[in-house]
């Protein structure tokens, strides 16, 4: 049986394609991934073997655009949309499941039009644009932060890696493969401190920052493991006994996941503020603690409260969850509900 997975731009949107390919070839299922020529798309599946066919079209966004930008971006969607209605006819398509973001709009649009069972994954706590748009459309809306809940897609790797935190002595700073520059300077300014308590720093910051931020490093005389980029995060995970980080809704499932007790820093320009609403999620269970930008920058409010958190419960707390694979329970929701 074949299925359709579609969306991207970003890592968190991809991780999540990334979850259901794993899962859907366990199931046995054959996959083709529809995805856009922009953003990260091609950069993480270009060379997937797991999908039988790849299609990267010019895929273009259309909540930004104004006036005749808006009108050209619906009108190339929609051609698009027709052509993806021919894959989903020619290659006998049972579903398409989407994780969001623009690239995810020809294929969903394509799965209406040839009335082919529509999924669709909200990753955060705040609908996107196109999700919001298409869910009435849809066979099933699955979230984390609905009130029909369904598990985060997570890789099975970040559960196996966790452990139970019970004295601080490595922080790990995760800014994003992107990075983050305020994590960056943030975690510059905190190392001298750490440093003289003994804490060990590991530090993701980013392809952009990484030079910058491990010639300063070299500077202060600090011996920071700092990285770009790692594809097993979840042993710089392990490794770590508490995270500072922005709340990305992959990076705050597969933290919880690991079992890390996390101190959030949203970021303040994510779209409709989602990033602070995924942490309050985890915050009113008393399962993170979440500091604005502005508050962060009192290094020794920041470093108080780092100290007195206690990781142990919450460590315990998080391990103690019983979070089940997302992109399993999605696939048995469509062999239930749909492909009987």
């Given at each position: 049986m074949k299925i359709i997975l579609t969306g991207g731009g970003t890592g968190g949107h991809l991780n999540i394609v990334a979850c259901l390919l794993e899962s859907a070839l366990k199931k046995g299922l054959e996959c083709i991934y529809i995805g856009s020529e922009s953003g990260q798309d091609k950069a993480w599946f270009e060379n997937e073997a797991g999908f039988t066919q790849k299609h990267f079209l010019?895929?273009?966004?259309?909540?930004?655009?104004?006036?005749?930008?808006?009108?050209?971006?619906?009108?190339?969607?929609?051609?698009?949309?027709?052509?993806?209605?021919?894959?989903?006819?020619?290659?006998?398509?049972?579903?398409?499941f989407s994780v969001g973001g623009y690239s995810a709009a020809p294929a969903s649009?394509?799965?209406?039009?040839?009335?082919?069972?529509?999924?669709?994954?909200?990753?955060?706590?705040?609908?996107?644009?196109?999700?919001?748009?298409l869910k009435p459309f849809s066979k099933g809306f699955f979230s984390a932060f609905e009130p029909i809940f369904c598990p985060y897609p997570i890789k099975a790797c970040f559960f196996e890696q966790a452990?139970?935190?019970?004295?601080?002595?490595?922080?790990?700073?995760?800014?994003?493969?992107?990075?983050?520059?305020?994590?960056?300077?943030?975690?510059?300014?905190?190392?001298?401190k750490l440093n003289e308590m003994g804490i060990q720093i590991i530090h993701q910051?980013?392809?952009?920052?990484?030079?910058?931020?491990?010639?300063?490093?070299?500077?202060?005389?600090?011996?920071?493991?700092?990285?770009?980029?790692?594809?097993?995060?979840?042993?710089?995970?392990?490794?770590?006994?508490?995270?500072?980080?922005?709340?990305?809704?992959?990076?705050?499932?597969?933290?919880?996941?690991?079992?890390?007790?996390?101190?959030?820093?949203?970021?303040?320009?994510?779209?409709?503020?989602?990033?602070?609403?995924?942490?309050?999620?985890l915050f009113d269970q008393n399962l993170c603690q979440i500091f604005t930008q502005e508050q962060a920058q009192n290094e020794a409010l920041l470093l108080q409260s780092i100290l007195k958190l206690k990781l142990e419960l919450i460590s315990s707390k998080l391990k103690a969850q019983e979070y089940s694979n997302g992109a399993d329970f999605m696939l048995e929701y469509m062999f239930k509900h749909i492909l009987r």
């Open positions: 010019s895929s273009k966004g259309v909540v930004n655009q104004k006036g005749l930008g808006k009108v050209k971006s619906l009108t190339h969607t929609l051609k698009l949309a027709l052509k993806c209605k021919e894959i989903i006819h020619d290659e006998d398509i049972k579903a398409v649009f394509g799965a209406i039009l040839s009335k082919t069972p529509l999924f669709i994954h909200e990753q955060n706590s705040k609908s996107g644009s196109l999700n919001k748009l452990r139970i935190r019970k004295e601080l002595k490595t922080i790990i700073f995760l800014g994003g493969s992107q990075g983050a520059s305020f994590i960056n300077t943030l975690a510059l300014k905190l190392a001298p910051a980013g392809k952009f920052e990484f030079e910058k931020c491990q010639n300063a490093y070299k500077e202060l005389g600090i011996n920071a493991e700092v990285f770009a980029f790692k594809p097993n995060l979840e042993q710089k995970m392990k490794e770590a006994d508490l995270a500072i980080s922005r709340a990305g809704a992959s990076t705050l499932f597969e933290l919880s996941a690991n079992a890390l007790p996390t101190l959030f820093i949203p970021y303040p320009s994510a779209s409709k503020n989602h990033q602070y609403f995924n942490a309050k999620f």
